[in-house]
Protein backbone atom coordinates (compact mmCIF):
# COMPACT_ATOMS: atom_id res chain seq x y z
CA UNK A 1 0.00 0.00 0.00
CA UNK A 2 2.92 2.31 0.75
CA UNK A 3 4.31 2.01 -2.52
CA UNK A 4 0.83 2.75 -4.19
CA UNK A 5 0.53 5.55 -2.18
CA UNK A 6 4.09 6.71 -3.38
CA UNK A 7 3.45 6.00 -7.01
CA UNK A 8 0.45 7.95 -6.70
CA UNK A 9 1.60 10.99 -5.41
CA UNK A 10 4.56 11.33 -7.96
CA UNK A 11 2.03 10.97 -10.81
CA UNK A 12 -0.29 13.20 -9.03
CA UNK A 13 2.92 15.78 -9.16
CA UNK A 14 3.88 14.51 -12.63
CA UNK A 15 1.17 15.88 -14.34
CA UNK A 16 0.49 19.36 -12.21
CA UNK A 17 4.10 19.96 -13.11
CA UNK A 18 2.61 19.00 -17.03
CA UNK A 19 -0.22 21.19 -16.95
CA UNK A 20 1.84 24.11 -15.66
CA UNK A 21 4.19 23.76 -18.38
CA UNK A 22 1.10 23.71 -20.91
CA UNK A 23 -0.63 26.90 -19.33
CA UNK A 24 2.67 28.58 -19.31
CA UNK A 25 3.28 28.09 -23.13
CA UNK A 26 -0.47 29.05 -23.62
CA UNK A 27 0.25 32.39 -22.03
CA UNK A 28 3.59 33.16 -23.77
CA UNK A 29 2.75 35.41 -26.14
CA UNK A 30 4.42 35.15 -30.16
CA UNK A 31 7.32 36.13 -31.11
CA UNK A 32 6.44 36.87 -34.54
CA UNK A 33 3.99 35.97 -37.01
CA UNK A 34 4.82 34.58 -40.70
CA UNK A 35 2.70 34.88 -43.86
CA UNK A 36 3.05 34.64 -47.53
CA UNK A 37 1.35 36.99 -50.42
CA UNK A 38 2.20 35.99 -54.02
CA UNK A 39 5.77 35.77 -54.43
CA UNK A 40 6.42 37.76 -50.89
CA UNK A 41 6.64 36.49 -47.38
CA UNK A 42 6.28 38.68 -44.59
CA UNK A 43 7.47 38.35 -41.38
CA UNK A 44 5.53 40.74 -38.41
CA UNK A 45 8.23 40.86 -35.13
CA UNK A 46 6.79 41.33 -32.16
CA UNK A 47 9.87 43.65 -30.71
CA UNK A 48 9.82 47.27 -30.09
CA UNK A 49 12.75 48.53 -31.48
CA UNK A 50 13.84 52.09 -33.15
CA UNK A 51 13.84 51.70 -37.17
CA UNK A 52 17.75 51.40 -37.66
CA UNK A 53 17.35 48.42 -34.82
CA UNK A 54 14.73 46.70 -36.80
CA UNK A 55 16.41 47.47 -40.42
CA UNK A 56 19.03 45.23 -38.76
CA UNK A 57 16.77 42.72 -37.53
CA UNK A 58 15.42 41.97 -40.65
CA UNK A 59 19.26 41.75 -42.42
CA UNK A 60 19.57 38.71 -39.82
CA UNK A 61 16.37 37.33 -41.19
CA UNK A 62 17.65 37.60 -44.66
CA UNK A 63 14.80 40.07 -45.44
CA UNK A 64 14.52 44.08 -45.71
CA UNK A 65 11.83 46.13 -44.14
CA UNK A 66 8.34 45.70 -46.12
CA UNK A 67 7.83 47.45 -49.13
CA UNK A 68 4.49 47.26 -49.92
CA UNK A 69 3.68 48.08 -53.31
CA UNK A 70 0.19 48.19 -54.32
CA UNK A 71 -3.43 48.54 -52.42
CA UNK A 72 -4.17 45.36 -52.14
CA UNK A 73 -0.78 44.06 -50.52
CA UNK A 74 -1.22 47.09 -48.27
CA UNK A 75 -4.30 45.96 -46.88
CA UNK A 76 -3.07 42.58 -46.36
CA UNK A 77 -0.76 43.37 -44.32
CA UNK A 78 -2.27 46.27 -42.09
CA UNK A 79 -5.45 43.54 -41.62
CA UNK A 80 -2.30 40.66 -40.40
CA UNK A 81 -0.78 43.29 -38.08
CA UNK A 82 -4.19 43.66 -36.64
CA UNK A 83 -4.97 40.27 -36.24
CA UNK A 84 -1.72 39.84 -34.53
CA UNK A 85 -2.21 42.91 -31.85
CA UNK A 86 1.48 43.39 -31.33
CA UNK A 87 1.14 46.96 -31.33
CA UNK A 88 -0.74 49.79 -33.30
CA UNK A 89 1.67 50.81 -35.74
CA UNK A 90 4.64 48.79 -37.40
CA UNK A 91 7.79 49.65 -39.02
CA UNK A 92 8.31 49.46 -42.96
CA UNK A 93 10.81 50.78 -45.30
CA UNK A 94 10.19 53.89 -46.51
CA UNK A 95 12.33 56.64 -45.45
CA UNK A 96 13.39 60.31 -46.04
CA UNK A 97 16.83 60.52 -44.65
CA UNK A 98 18.46 61.39 -47.90
CA UNK A 99 16.53 64.09 -48.86
CA UNK A 100 13.70 65.31 -47.23
CA UNK A 101 10.24 65.00 -49.13
CA UNK A 102 11.95 62.17 -50.91
CA UNK A 103 10.91 59.15 -49.23
CA UNK A 104 12.69 56.17 -51.30
CA UNK A 105 12.22 52.27 -50.10
CA UNK A 106 15.10 51.33 -48.56
CA UNK A 107 17.07 47.86 -49.61
CA UNK A 108 15.48 48.21 -53.22
CA UNK A 109 17.54 48.79 -56.14
CA UNK A 110 14.80 50.08 -58.25
CA UNK A 111 12.51 52.94 -57.11
CA UNK A 112 10.19 52.86 -59.87
CA UNK A 113 9.66 49.23 -60.75
CA UNK A 114 6.64 46.88 -59.87
CA UNK A 115 4.72 49.64 -58.47
CA UNK A 116 7.16 50.75 -56.08
CA UNK A 117 5.93 54.51 -56.75
CA UNK A 118 2.63 53.38 -54.19
CA UNK A 119 2.26 55.40 -51.55
CA UNK A 120 -0.68 55.20 -48.33
CA UNK A 121 -0.46 58.05 -46.24
CA UNK A 122 -2.65 59.38 -43.41
CA UNK A 123 -4.58 62.39 -44.18
CA UNK A 124 -2.01 65.08 -43.46
CA UNK A 125 0.91 62.90 -43.83
CA UNK A 126 3.70 63.08 -43.83
CA UNK A 127 4.14 66.59 -42.06
CA UNK A 128 7.53 65.98 -40.40
CA UNK A 129 6.51 67.10 -37.08
CA UNK A 130 9.33 68.76 -35.42
CA UNK A 131 11.17 68.42 -38.02
CA UNK A 132 12.61 64.94 -37.05
CA UNK A 133 10.54 62.56 -38.70
CA UNK A 134 12.39 60.18 -41.54
CA UNK A 135 11.26 57.21 -41.30
CA UNK A 136 7.40 55.12 -41.82
CA UNK A 137 4.62 53.73 -39.80
CA UNK A 138 2.36 51.72 -40.76
CA UNK A 139 -0.97 51.25 -39.20
CA UNK A 140 -3.04 48.71 -38.31
CA UNK A 141 -5.54 50.80 -40.32
CA UNK A 142 -3.55 50.61 -43.53
CA UNK A 143 -2.55 54.30 -43.61
CA UNK A 144 0.89 55.07 -43.17
CA UNK A 145 2.28 58.08 -40.93
CA UNK A 146 6.17 59.90 -40.69
CA UNK A 147 7.67 58.89 -37.78
CA UNK A 148 11.31 60.11 -35.59
CA UNK A 149 13.27 56.55 -36.56
CA UNK A 150 14.44 56.81 -32.71
CA UNK A 151 10.71 55.47 -32.00
CA UNK A 152 10.36 51.93 -30.84
CA UNK A 153 8.19 49.81 -33.05
CA UNK A 154 6.83 47.02 -33.69
CA UNK A 155 8.31 46.02 -37.69
CA UNK A 156 7.30 43.88 -41.01
CA UNK A 157 10.37 42.30 -42.63
CA UNK A 158 9.71 41.14 -46.40
CA UNK A 159 11.63 38.87 -48.01
CA UNK A 160 10.99 36.01 -51.24
CA UNK A 161 8.38 33.27 -50.59
CA UNK A 162 10.34 30.20 -50.00
CA UNK A 163 8.83 28.33 -53.09
CA UNK A 164 9.92 31.67 -55.27
CA UNK A 165 13.13 31.29 -53.47
CA UNK A 166 13.38 27.69 -54.50
CA UNK A 167 12.50 27.99 -57.94
CA UNK A 168 14.68 30.74 -59.02
CA UNK A 169 17.79 28.75 -57.34
CA UNK A 170 16.86 26.37 -59.44
CA UNK A 171 16.50 28.42 -62.67
CA UNK A 172 19.55 30.19 -61.79
CA UNK A 173 21.31 26.89 -61.58
CA UNK A 174 20.17 25.32 -64.77
CA UNK A 175 20.85 28.84 -66.74
CA UNK A 176 24.55 28.84 -65.35
CA UNK A 177 24.66 25.47 -66.65
CA UNK A 178 23.53 26.23 -70.11
CA UNK A 179 25.91 29.26 -70.08
CA UNK A 180 29.09 26.66 -69.25
CA UNK A 181 27.93 24.38 -72.07
CA UNK A 182 28.01 27.20 -74.64
CA UNK A 183 31.18 28.32 -74.11
CA UNK A 184 32.89 24.58 -73.40
CA UNK A 185 31.20 24.45 -77.33
CA UNK A 186 32.34 27.91 -78.22
CA UNK A 187 36.15 26.91 -76.95
CA UNK A 188 35.62 23.36 -79.07
CA UNK A 189 34.32 25.22 -81.89
CA UNK A 190 37.32 28.19 -82.21
CA UNK A 191 40.03 25.29 -81.40
CA UNK A 192 38.81 23.02 -84.44
CA UNK A 193 38.73 25.79 -87.05
CA UNK A 194 41.90 27.62 -86.71
CA UNK A 195 42.66 29.46 -90.07
CA UNK A 196 44.61 27.45 -92.49
CA UNK A 197 47.26 30.53 -92.29
CA UNK A 198 48.52 29.94 -88.60
CA UNK A 199 49.52 26.78 -89.53
CA UNK A 200 51.30 27.72 -92.81
CA UNK A 201 53.26 30.52 -91.26
CA UNK A 202 54.20 28.21 -88.42
CA UNK A 203 55.73 25.31 -91.04
CA UNK A 204 57.58 28.45 -92.71
CA UNK A 205 59.25 29.66 -89.75
CA UNK A 206 59.78 26.27 -88.79
CA UNK A 207 61.65 25.79 -92.45
CA UNK A 208 63.47 28.79 -91.96
CA UNK A 209 64.92 27.88 -88.57
CA UNK A 210 66.09 24.23 -89.77
CA UNK A 211 67.62 25.65 -93.05
CA UNK A 212 69.51 27.86 -91.25
CA UNK A 213 70.48 25.25 -88.69
CA UNK A 214 71.90 23.26 -92.04
CA UNK A 215 73.72 25.89 -93.85
CA UNK A 216 75.55 26.54 -90.22
CA UNK A 217 76.60 22.48 -90.39
CA UNK A 218 77.32 22.71 -94.08
CA UNK A 219 79.72 25.88 -93.22
CA UNK A 220 81.42 24.05 -90.20
CA UNK A 221 81.85 20.56 -91.68
CA UNK A 222 83.92 23.04 -94.61
CA UNK A 223 86.20 24.07 -92.28
Known amino acids: MRVFAAFATLMA????????????????????MTFNYGKSQFIINNRKLNWHQAR????RQKAILA????????????????????????????NDMGKERKFVWKG?????KDGQKFRNWNRGEPNN?????????????????????????????????PKYARAAAKAAKRAAARAYRAAAAARYWASR??????????????????????AKKAAHARR
Open 13 to 32: VAMATATTATSDRKRRPATH
Open 108 to 112: LRHQS
Open 56 to 59: QACH
Open 67 to 94: HPNSKKQNNFIAAKLKKSRFQHAAWIGL
Open 193 to 214: HKPRHDYRAKRAAHARRMKAIR
Open 129 to 161: WGRGEDCTEMYAGAKWNDLACKSKRVFICQRLN
